[in-house]
């Protein structure tokens, strides 16, 4: 479980982050972030 909070904690950072760069519409890039990582850990 600790891992896991870290891994999330870390990927919601990143994505924080790379909202920065969206002006349009960033919680919508938001859900793309997370898709696209999920997907990746799967």
Not at 20 to 39: A, C, H, M, S, T
């Amino acid at each position: 479980k600790c891992q896991l909070s870290e891994a999330n904690s870390t990927r919601i950072r990143q994505a924080r982050e790379k909202i920065q760069e969206y002006d349009d519409n960033p919680l919508k890039n938001v859900f793309k972030i997370f898709n696209r990582g999920n997907r990746a850990d799967e």
